[in-house]
């Protein structure tokens, strides 16, 4: 069996599709993760823009000097205090042409830009109309910030309007978001941030394997000789685990490697600090308890998850189908149509959907099945593990039947 699986991986991997493809996985994995290093840039006090390492190590001395630390009821009351105090100055403020007022130049770029990601996650809890910092200027401190019942306000009125939970989702979902932690840790986590917010890129590498894979049974059909190896010994048994076993192989090893350059690429160029850090310093209402670092593994392993059912309906279509190329079509309109689809419960199971990074912990998307509420990501997990078992055994007799086409 060894021999066999041996024989399909260099099979496989010998064919100038796989090569190209395989390459062209690398090479796009690299650029959509390096490209918000290379787009990243910022202001200094001064008003100059900086941009590439400068910007990032000018970044992160402001986080590690300015902003770290815990998140008490009085740091934030200060910090509102002394964003609320230079709003009140009329020295600090300009109007614009259409009437708006806003901070001076010398005011922005010396107090506001650096604290800005900041100021607007404190914003956001205070109401949910992500206005950010604006909601500062009306919130009052008589009583101190109260900082976190505001955030269990506004995540309740949240989830009380949605029209898409019913009344034990929307139990569930109040009782998840206030599990969560308090206080928060504000700090520096811009590389693994970073990784989130592109790791939906995944999906190109899913698509090339896909690509790769999709000739194991079909080649078979059109070059003839699928009836040549199921009329041998272990033609309708061996073989054919040794088919899907180098299929599932090579697509992990690929997955791994893409994934392994997605997560180096972001953390080498914006730094591994911040690992530890609540979730809910990006994204204030997600009621998912996990750090950066725990969600990004999650996220890696969703998205393998998804790869493994995605995998498993290629190998289906190929065990089905003559032509490698009808698979591809089929396999593209499946993971490329939901995106054009009115977003719904439903369609958030879907393969582009499902592979959003860490933006699925901001959701609040959930099934009931009885009396059970499952959620997005739990669901996301079941839903292609069943597809796997499912599809799998229906290749291995698609191929056995061959004989008899």
Not at 152 to 172: G, Q
Not at 183 to 190: C, H, I, K
Not at 295 to 321: P, R
Request: proline share 3%; hydrophobic share 45%.
């Amino acid at each position: 069996m060894v021999e066999l699986i041996k024989l399909e991986v260099v099979k496989l991997c010998r064919r100038k599709l796989t090569v190209m493809v395989t390459l062209c996985c690398f090479a796009g994995t690299v650029i959509f993760f390096l490209l918000p290093y290379l787009q990243f840039h910022t202001w200094d006090e001064t008003g100059n823009m900086l941009s590439g390492k400068a910007a990032v190590l000018y970044r992160k001395e402001i986080y590690i000097h300015t902003l770290s630390g815990v998140l008490t009821e009085e740091r934030v009351t200060q910090d509102i205090n002394e964003y609320q105090k230079i709003f009140s100055d009329l020295n600090n403020l300009t109007s614009m042409r259409g009437g708006e007022v806003t901070l001076k130049d010398d005011v922005y770029y010396k107090y506001f830009e650096p604290r800005r990601s900041y100021l607007n996650m404190i914003g956001n809890a205070y109401s949910n109309n992500e206005l950010g910092s604006s909601n500062l200027l009306n919130v009052s401190l008589n009583n101190g910030a109260q900082f976190y019942e505001a955030r269990h306000r506004t995540i309740v009125e949240r989830i009380s309007d949605s029209e898409d939970l019913n009344k034990l989702e929307k139990n569930y979902w109040i009782q998840k978001a206030l599990a969560v932690d308090t206080p928060f840790e504000y700090g520096y986590a811009l590389g693994w941030s970073n990784f989130g917010s592109a790791s939906e890129m995944l999906i190109i590498c899913i698509i090339g394997i896909c690509i790769a894979i999709a000739p194991v049974f079909a080649e078979e059909y059109r070059t003839g000789t699928a009836s040549i190896i199921l009329s041998t010994r272990y033609g309708k048994n061996k073989v054919i685990t040794a088919k899907i076993i180098s299929a599932l192989l090579f697509s992990t090893i690929i997955f791994l490697i893409n994934a392994f350059i997605a997560i180096a690429i972001p953390l080498l160029t914006f730094g591994a600090e911040g690992g530890d850090l609540p979730l809910q310093i990006a994204s204030i209402s997600s009621p998912y308890g996990v750090s950066f670092k725990e969600a990004v593994l999650l996220c890696i392993v969703i998205d393998y998850i998804v790869m493994l059912g995605i995998v498993s309906i290629t190998l289906f279509l190929s065990s089905k189908m003559n032509s490698p190329f009808s698979v591809l079509v089929v396999i593209l309109l499946v993971i490329i149509i939901p995106l054009f689809c009115p977003f719904c419960k439903e369609t958030s199971l879907l393969p582009a959907m499902a592979t959003l990074g860490t933006s699925l912990y901001e959701y609040y998307i959930s099934f009931c099945v009885g009396n059970i509420v499952i959620n997005q990501v739990t669901m996301i997990v079941i839903v292609y593990m069943i597809v796997f078992a499912i599809f799998l055994p229906l290749t291995i007799r698609n191929f056995k039947r061959h004989s008899s086409i």
